[in-house]
């Protein structure tokens, strides 16, 4: 038996098992410790033990690891880490590998994308040290199961944390830090501090970026490779200029063109993904590309890259950020130890962990609540006609999905022709800014009919227009701008989802349900059927759903 183990240390910590050339799981901690992104520099192990309680495994049964880390340099701590978690377990020394930063982003990608030839563009707000610097953008070509780098963009290394002035608001910023270059991911991780939002609200920029007009023109804007420089006081001077000329103070303005700020950075982002991707593919003649890095969740950009580059196949992880990075060591662990010698074998998004229904039934008694157990088929027939009534649904099943979005195994579901959906979702449960959208899930066969997809949209990755006759009927998932982050649900990955959708059509005549997290404002996605249950008592969700029970309020008396 082969039994890599992948681990991730630093925020979005996580673990990853693969068994002889198939992954078998893989999983976030915040899943489990219920903090955000999970940021320490303690080794997972909470994770990691129920990754291999759960696959059935002991600790004695992996043969090899692989450590990720983020902004260090590597062999400085490998020896460290090494020893900790052999002592830890108390078990025999295996073989133990560091694994770079941006390295494990691209084995994460390419080995689950089924490509035998593929670039690999790896971008994020920074990777390990190298020689006083810290990585920002990484090209690969990979080819026959081989990855070699073959551009590499360095960054200075940051001054304090972003949220700081002296990183965003020019007054604030001398010259030193305003010359000192940054990463694509980081400069985009700027302006949403300066509009207002904190690291990890990225998605909050991109959402707010469509009520506004870039403020700057990027038309001409042509990276032809990796060597471009892009500072920290690049845009922000502008930005600042446009306000010392606007007669406003740089609070005001900030406040008035926020959602213009927003849309600068999304264009500049865009532009700049986009040239870099179609100087690389000029080059290397190659129509394959796998993106990696938290860059690469921007559905709005992945999108427009496929339809502006000359590509056949972009592939993009679910977990595109570190939560992913485990999965990166692992198979980059397995390939040292083993060699490859044929694809690994991987069935995404959902590598989580699934309950029994003595798990499910054991909570929902220790809360007294009542509840009716279906099969499958009643029981999507049921959901169907809550969706239809406008009551919004809580849904736990099956194992978790890798990765930020949920995809339907951990979700909140809802009438997406119900045009008041949005602000009852946010009045009673989400309690978002007005200007974030909330996403549709279709059936795979008719994600073309609906959207202006120009490739599958399994993972929420990409988001495009939805089409001009849909969007007055589908108007709780149609943003401000037209466009729609997609999920498409095939009968063969998810049968039971897919079945669901069927039912929602029958009585709305949409194959599609609006599908946001099963969380709250601040909190990461439910994991356990625990975690689900005091979430619904907590919020005004009407009904929830785990596995094939059905549960509401009541107490049983």
Same mark, same amino acid.
């Given at each position: 038996?082969?039994?890599?183990?992948?681990?991730?240390?630093?925020?979005?910590?996580?673990?990853?098992?693969?068994?002889?050339?198939?992954?078998?799981?893989?999983?976030?901690?915040?899943?489990?410790?219920?903090?955000?992104?999970?940021?320490?520099?303690?080794?997972?192990?909470?994770?990691?033990?129920?990754?291999?309680?759960?696959?059935?495994?002991?600790?004695?049964?992996?043969?090899?690891?692989?450590?990720?880390?983020?902004?260090?340099?590597?062999?400085?701590?490998?020896?460290?880490?090494?020893?900790?978690?052999?002592?830890?377990?108390?078990?025999?020394?295996?073989?133990?590998?560091?694994?770079?930063?941006?390295?494990?982003?691209?084995?994460?990608?390419?080995?689950?994308?089924?490509?035998?030839?593929?670039?690999?563009?790896?971008?994020?707000?920074?990777?390990?040290?190298?020689?006083?610097?810290?990585?920002?953008?990484?090209?690969?070509?990979?080819?026959?199961?081989?990855?070699?780098?073959?551009?590499?963009?360095?960054?200075?290394?940051?001054?304090?944390?972003?949220?700081?002035?002296?990183?965003?608001?020019?007054?604030?910023?001398?010259?030193?830090?305003?010359?000192?270059?940054?990463?694509?991911?980081?400069? *985009? !991780?700027? &302006?949403?501090?300066?509009?207002?939002?904190? /690291?990890?609200?990225?998605?909050?920029?991109?959402?707010?970026? =469509? $009520?506004?007009?870039?403020?700057?023109?990027?038309?001409?804007?042509?990276?032809?490779?990796?060597?471009?420089?892009?500072?920290?006081?690049?845009?922000?001077?502008?930005?600042?200029?446009?306000?010392?000329?606007?007669?406003?103070?740089?609070?005001?303005?900030?406040?008035?063109?926020?959602?213009?700020?927003?849309?600068?950075?999304?264009?500049?982002?865009?532009?700049?993904?986009?040239?870099?991707?179609?100087?690389?593919?000029?080059?290397?003649?190659?129509?394959?590309?796998?993106?990696?890095?938290?860059?690469?969740?921007?559905?709005?950009?992945?999108?427009?890259?496929?339809?502006?580059?000359?590509?056949?196949?972009?592939?993009?992880?679910?977990?595109?950020?570190?939560?992913?990075?485990?999965?990166?060591?692992?198979? *980059? !662990?397995? &390939?040292?130890?083993?060699?490859?010698?044929? /694809?690994?074998?991987?069935?995404?998004?959902?590598?989580?962990? =699934? $309950?029994?229904?003595?798990?499910?039934?054991?909570?929902?008694?220790?809360?007294?609540?009542?509840?009716?157990?279906?099969?499958?088929?009643?029981?999507?027939?049921?959901?169907?006609?809550?969706?239809?009534?406008?009551?919004?649904?809580?849904?736990?099943?099956?194992?978790?999905?890798?990765?930020?979005?949920?995809?339907?195994?951990?979700?909140?579901?809802?009438?997406?022709?119900?045009?008041?959906?949005?602000?009852?979702?946010?009045?009673?449960?989400?309690?978002?800014?007005?200007?974030?959208?909330?996403?549709?899930?279709?059936?795979?066969?008719?994600?073309?009919?609906?959207?202006?997809?120009?490739?599958?949209?399994?993972?929420?990755?990409?988001?495009?227009?939805?089409?001009?006759?849909?969007?007055?009927?589908?108007?709780?998932?149609?943003?401000?701008?037209?466009?729609?982050?997609?999920?498409?649900?095939?009968?063969?990955?998810?049968?039971?989802?897919?079945?669901?959708?069927?039912?929602?059509?029958?009585?709305?005549?949409?194959?599609?349900?609006?599908?946001?997290?099963?969380?709250?404002?601040?909190?990461?996605?439910?994991?356990?059927?625990?975690?689900?249950?005091?979430?619904?008592?907590?919020?005004?969700?009407?009904?929830?759903?785990?596995?094939?029970?059905?549960?509401?309020?009541?107490?049983?008396?």
């Amino acid at each position: 038996m082969k039994v890599a183990l992948g681990i991730h240390i630093g925020h979005d910590r996580c673990a990853c098992l693969i068994k002889d050339g198939k992954v078998i799981a893989a999983l976030a901690q915040e899943r489990l410790d219920r903090i955000k992104h999970s940021q320490s520099m303690s080794m997972p192990y909470e994770t990691i033990d129920a990754l291999l309680q759960y696959c059935g495994l002991k600790i004695t049964d992996i043969s090899c690891i692989g450590l990720s880390h983020v902004a260090i340099e590597g062999n400085a701590v490998t020896d460290l880490y090494k020893k900790e978690f052999f002592n830890h377990y108390e078990c025999p020394y295996v073989p133990f590998y560091f694994v770079h930063h941006h390295d494990a982003h691209a084995y994460a990608v390419y080995f689950s994308s089924g490509f035998e030839e593929s670039l690999v563009f790896v971008s994020d707000g920074g990777g390990d040290f190298i020689n006083g610097k810290q990585e920002s953008e990484t090209m690969y070509i990979a080819k026959n199961g081989s990855l070699t780098p073959i551009s590499k963009r360095l960054q200075n290394i940051a001054v304090r944390h972003m949220k700081d002035p002296i990183n965003h608001l020019l007054p604030f910023m001398p010259d030193y830090v305003q010359n000192l270059e940054m990463s694509l991911a980081r400069k *985009y !991780s700027q &302006i949403t501090h300066l509009v207002g939002f904190k /690291s990890g609200e990225e998605g909050k920029t991109m959402g707010l970026a =469509s $009520y506004g007009k870039s403020l700057i023109d990027y038309t001409d804007l042509n990276y032809n490779d990796l060597n471009f420089s892009l500072t920290y006081g690049d845009m922000i001077r502008e930005i600042f200029a446009l306000q010392s000329l606007s007669g406003y103070s740089f609070k005001d303005f900030l406040e008035k063109r926020k959602a213009d700020i927003a849309s600068t950075v999304q264009v500049y982002t865009e532009k700049a993904l986009i040239s870099i991707v179609k100087a690389f593919i000029r080059k290397y003649s190659c129509k394959n590309i796998c993106l990696s890095g938290g860059i690469f969740l921007n559905c709005l950009a992945n999108h427009k890259i496929y339809e502006q580059c000359d590509v056949n196949n972009v592939f993009i992880l679910p977990a595109s950020g570190d939560d992913g990075q485990a999965l990166g060591s692992a198979y *980059y !662990s397995y &390939i040292q130890q083993y060699g490859w010698k044929q /694809s690994f074998h991987i069935t995404l998004p959902y590598l989580g962990l =699934s $309950y029994t229904d003595i798990d499910i039934e054991k909570t929902i008694h220790s809360k007294n609540l009542k509840y009716q157990k279906y099969d499958d088929i009643s029981l999507a027939k049921q959901i169907a006609f809550y969706i239809k009534e406008n009551k919004i649904v809580a849904f736990h099943r099956g194992r978790t999905e890798i990765g930020p979005r949920a995809l339907c195994h951990r979700s909140i579901l809802a009438n997406p022709t119900n045009p008041a959906m949005k602000d009852i979702l946010n009045e009673r449960v989400k309690h978002r800014e007005e200007f974030r959208p909330f996403a549709p899930t279709v059936v795979a066969e008719d994600q073309y009919k609906y959207f202006d997809l120009k490739c599958s949209s399994d993972y929420m990755l990409f988001a495009t227009t939805v089409k001009e006759k849909y969007r007055s009927s589908l108007a709780s998932i149609t943003h401000i701008d037209g466009t729609a982050r997609i999920q498409s649900v095939s009968l063969e990955q998810e049968p039971f989802i897919h079945m669901l959708l069927e039912e929602i059509k029958k009585l709305t005549g949409f194959p599609i349900v609006l599908n946001t997290s099963f969380n709250v404002a601040g909190q990461p996605i439910v994991e356990s059927p625990l975690d689900a249950v005091n979430t619904f008592l907590t919020t005004n969700i009407d009904i929830l759903v785990i596995g094939n029970y059905i549960i509401n309020k009541e107490i049983m008396i």
